[in-house]
C-alpha cells in the first residue's frame, strides 16, 4: 500500500525527490512542508545504476528527459547516459553526461545566418560550439547510509520549487520497522549559507533551509489490517498442461494478491536549533529554537487481480489521509471555533492532505498510474495541490522491478527511471 514511512521521513532532510533537474536524478524535500506525494519520492536504486540499465533498452544508451531551466537558450529537453563505471560488491563510481541539443542547434543556426561565404574560419567557429560547457555536465554521485554532504544541495518545496542550500550536511541514524510497528529515527543537520532560488521567485526561502544547526529525534507506531485478502498458492503461479508445468508468476509480487486493507502510523518530532535563522528581512519570520510536534497517516486500499494475465487483471486504489502536523492543525481548529481573524498568512501544515493514487493495468506488464494530492480546509476549499502521471512496464526477472516513464504537469517535469521493490 502507500508508503505510510514518508509521513516520518519527510521531517528530515534526507527525504530524495525525483526530478531530472539533478544529474543524480533526485532533490530533497524541504522539512516543515506537506508530505510529498509518494511517486514523487525517489527510486532506492541511485542514477548512475539506474542509467546502467535503461541504457541497454535505449538507442547508444541514450535517456532522455524534460525539465525548464531557468536559462531558456538551454531548452528542456535533454538526453542523459552513463560514460563511465566501475563497481564492486559493496560501492560504485560512474560518470553521467547529459547534453541539450537545443543550444547546439540555436547557436550554429544563428551563426549560419550571419554567413555570407563558406569559409575554413566560419566552420572553426560552428565546431566551437560543440565543445560549448553550458551543454554538457558531468555528476559523480557520493552516498553513505549515515552521512550525506553537498555543496551546494537542491531543495524541492511543496509548490514545485527549487531552492539551492550553499552547503548542506546530515548525519542520520534510523530503525528498521519492528515486529510490533514501532520506528525511531534521530540525527543532525548542518545548513550553510544563504538559500538561493533556483528559478526566478521573489518569496523568501523557507525555514527550515536557513543556516544553523538542528538536531532532530522522531518515533512513529505503524499498523496494517487486512478486511479480506486473497493469498496466492502453490497452484497459482505453477499451471498443470499437457506439455508439462509452466512456471507463472505475477508481473511484480508487490502486486499479486487481491485484497482491501487499512493501515496507519502516528508518530512524534523533537527538534532543537542552535541558530534561529532569523536573517530573513521580515521581522515576523522567525524560527523557534525548540519545536515538538505529532503526526500521522491513514491509508485505505483496495486490488482487485492478480496482475498475472494480459488484460484486466489489476484495479488498484490507495487513498492516504496526512496529517503532517497536528499542532498547526489544532491551531487552525481554536481559531475557527474562536471566529478569530488573523493577517498572518495560513501555515501550509494547518490542512490535511488527500493522496489518491489509481492503478490500471493496459496490456501484460505496462500500468498506467495517476498520483494525485488534494489540500483539504484550505480557503479555497478541497484545492489540487500536485499531480503525477506515469507509465510502468514491469520486469518479471526482477520480482518487482519496473521502468517508470512520469510527467508533472505542476513542476513541468518528466523523466524515466528503474525503481525496485515499490507497490
Known sequence: MANMRTAM????????????????????????????????????????QQLSLLGNGFPLGIIPSYSPTSRKELGSFALQSLL????????????????????????IKAELSSVDEWE??????????????????????????????????????????????????????????????????FGLHKNGGHPRAVDNITD????????????????????????????????????????????????????????????????????????????????????????????????????????????GDLTRVDARLDVSSALALAKQVSKVFRKASSNNARDVLSSPRLELILQQQVAGPIVFRVDSKFSLNSPAGVQLEDFVCSLNYSLKLLQSGKVVAWYSPKRKEGMIELRLFEF
Open 9 to 48: 521521513d519527510a521531517a528530515f532532510w534526507d527525504l530524495n525527490i525525483s526530478t531530472p533537474r539533478a544529474l543524480d536524478g533526485t532533490a530533497r524535500s524541504i522539512p516543515g512542508e506537506p508530505i510529498p506525494l509518494d511517486r514523487s519520492t525517489a527510486s532506492k536504486a541511485l542514477r548512475i
Open 84 to 107: 563511465f563505471k566501475a563497481a564492486t560488491s559493496n560501492w560504485w563510481l560512474g560518470f553521467t553526461g547529459q547534453f541539450r541539443p537545443k543550444k547546439l542547434v540555436s547557436d
Open 120 to 185: 575554413l574560419p566560419i566552420l572553426k567557429d560552428i565546431g566551437k560550439h560543440f565543445l560549448e560547457k553550458s551543454l554538457y555536465a558531468f555528476g559523480l554521485p557520493e552516498h553513505d547510509v549515515t552521512l550525506e554532504a553537498a555543496w551546494p544541495e537542491l531543495f524541492l518545496d511543496h509548490k514545485g520549487r527549487y531552492w539551492e542550500v550553499p552547503e548542506s550536511v546530515s548525519l542520520d541514524c534510523s530503525s528498521l520497522v519492528s515486529e510490533d510497528g514501532l520506528r525511531y529515527r
Open 204 to 311: 523568501e526561502p523557507p525555514l527550515s533551509l536557513m543556516q544553523g544547526i538542528c538536531g532532530k529525534a522522531a518515533v512513529s507506531y505503524e499498523k496494517s489490517k487486512d478486511f479480506w485478502r486473497i493469498k496466492e498458492k502453490k497452484e497459482d503461479i505453477i499451471i498443470e498442461t499437457e506439455k508439462g508445468r509452466i512456471y507463472r508468476p505475477s508481473y511484480d509480487i508487490r502486486l499479486r494478491e487481491p485484497h482491501a486493507a487499512v493501515s496507519g502510523i502516528i508518530g512524534g518530532t523533537l527538534e532543537a536549533w542552535l541558530n534561529n535563522g532569523s536573517s530573513s528581512s521580515s521581522a515576523s519570520r522567525h524560527r523557534s529554537p525548540f519545536g515538538v510536534d505529532l503526526f500521522g497517516s491513514l491509508c485505505y486500499t483496495f486490488q482487485h487481480g492478480k496482475f498475472k494475465e494480459s488484460f
